[in-house]
Structures are given as C-alpha cells and as structure tokens.
C-alpha cells in the first residue's frame, strides 16, 4: 500500500484544477478559461488499487500583484513544502520564460521530488512536444516527465501510476469515501464564482469576491446569501447588468450547479457590494481563507 501527500503546482491557467478533477473522477475544484481561477488550496483524496493519493490543488504560482495574491502563492508554496512529491503542470502550448523560471526556483527552493506533467498535448503537434521534453529536462532534476491532456484524460492514469510509483509506503490516510477538507460553504462560494467567470469578462472576473453570509439547511431546502464583492461602482453595474440580467443569470446558473452538489432544493441571495481594495483587505482575506501574512 502506498499513501502520501502531493502538491499540483504551475503557472496560473496551466491546468492544474481540471487535472485534479480528473484524476479525483468527479469535480471539486471550478474551472475557467482565466488565470488565477484557483485561490485557495484544496485537499482532494485519490484512492486507486494498492494506494491513495492526496493532492494540494494549489493556486497558480506567480508574482504578485496584491496582498491576495501574496497569500495564493503563499498556500502553493506551502503546499510543496507539506507535500512528499510535487506534481509541476506545464502547460505546452506556452513557450519556456520567466513565469516557469519562478516556478522552477520554487521547487528547487524546496527540495521535495518532482514529476512534470506535461498538460494540453491535445492542443500541439507531436513533433513539437521532444523538444519540450528536453527543455524541462535540463531545467529540472524530475523523477519523471509525463505527457497528458487533462481535459481529455489522455495520459492521466499513467501518471498517477507513476505517482503511485514514488510516493512512500503507508496506509490510507483518508476513508474511501472522503473527497475533500473544505466545508459545504466554500464549494457554493465557488461555484458562485465560477459562474461570474463564465459570463463576465475584461477585469471583472480577477476583482471580484465572494463571501458566504447565511448558510441555513431546512427540511426541503437550503437558505443561502452571499455577498459578491467589487473593487469599484463600474464593476458593480457590469455583474448587475442591464434590468439585473447579468447577475440573474449568474444565480440561476450558480443555483442549479449547487444544487446538484448539495442534493436539495436552493435558495439562492446574491447582493453585489462595493468594497475598494477589498484584495488588500486581510480581515476579508481570511474569511475567504486567505489567512497569513498581515
């Protein structure tokens, strides 16, 4: 039996949430098409015959911008160094630069194995990806480079055999049927988020929070209200739309995504708030948990 933590890192948009859902079998991470769509780190258990895996499913490692990305990194690097092995999702349709350099002297800096995945092959001609194969190569001591598309599962249970493979010897840490540490509430602020990253677009998706304020579970249905933060009236008016048809149809699609994750009926407030700076503010930072650094 092997058992073990592993941290899945890279650079923002590189893949890594829609890996872990793929690797997990069923979504517990949101998705998008925008970097930066990861900001707190999940705990997500894999069991596979003869061990389970345990993954960080870490924010995008980048230099940041504000206090809330200071504390994103934070929780990724953190992870590395919580972790036994780290799983590096490279994404191959983007040249080598500075963005990988940061992440490469991250791992170094950590010192725990390493096994690059590298993800969206779907996406690039074969002749293509040897070349890439040795850049990574010389750039990192890995214990393996793995080529896969997460979002077509091509490759993904090769590597997690070849996690299997160096994580340490050790019973299961987790029950079969656990999935995550985060509670109820963090999944439906995600999900909340998720749809705004969906249907918004130009700066909105990476200025906007959102914060759980009333949680209560009935008999037949499920009360909630959040709060969804801007940095700005602008923005406010974007998510609100004209006549309120933006922000209905961020509930609407928000609610139905909850309520097949909850198995009930929802009720679903959603009050758009304008708080300047609120990515600089840690009192909501670490309601969001994004606690840390001051």
């Known amino acids: 039996m092997k058992s073990g933590f592993v941290a899945v890192v890279g650079r923002p948009n590189a893949g890594k949430s829609t890996l872990v859902n793929a690797l997990v079998g069923q979504k517990v991470a949101i998705v998008s098409d925008k970097p930066q769509t990861t ?22 490692i980048h230099k940041p911008m504000h206090r809330m990305n200071e504390r994103m990194v934070d929780l990724a690097v953190q992870s590395v160094g919580q972790a036994d092995l780290v799983v590096w999702v490279h994404d191959v349709t983007e040249s080598w630069g500075p963005g990988d350099r940061f992440v490469r002297d991250r ?9 690059v995945a590298l993800n969206k092959i779907d996406r690039v001609e074969k ?56 509670p109820e509430r963090f999944f439906v ?25 009333r949680y209560e579970e009935g008999e037949k249905l499920v009360r909630i209200e959040a709060s969804v933060l801007v940095e700005r009236d602008g923005q406010k008016g974007i998510l609100i739309g004209k006549g309120g048809q ?19 009926k929802v009720y679903l407030g959603l009050f758009v708030k304008v708080r300047a700076k609120w990515r600089e503010d840690p009192h909501i930072l670490e309601q969001m948990g994004l606690g840390g650094r001051n």
């Open 39 to 60: 900001r707190s780190r999940i705990l997500a258990v894999v069991n596979r015959e003869g061990g389970q895996i345990v993954l960080f499913d870490t924010p995008g």
């Open 107 to 115: 791992l170094k800096q950590a010192g725990r194995p390493v096994i």
């Open 127 to 182: 002749p293509r990806l040897l070349p890439l194969l040795e850049q990574v190569s010389r750039e990192i001591d890995a214990l393996a480079l793995v080529p896969i598309s997460a979002l077509k599962e091509d490759g993904v249970e090769e590597l997690a055999k070849v996690v299997l493979q160096h994580l340490p010897e050790g019973e299961a840490m987790y029950p079969p049927d656990f999935l995550s540490d985060q």
């Open 189 to 213: 602020a995600e999900m909340v988020r998720e749809q705004i990253l969906h249907l918004t677009r130009e700066e909105l998706p990476y200025s906007v929070g959102v914060l759980i304020d």
């Open 246 to 264: 933006m922000l209905k149809a961020v509930g609407q699609a928000a609610r139905h995504e909850i309520e097949a994750f909850l198995g009930t």
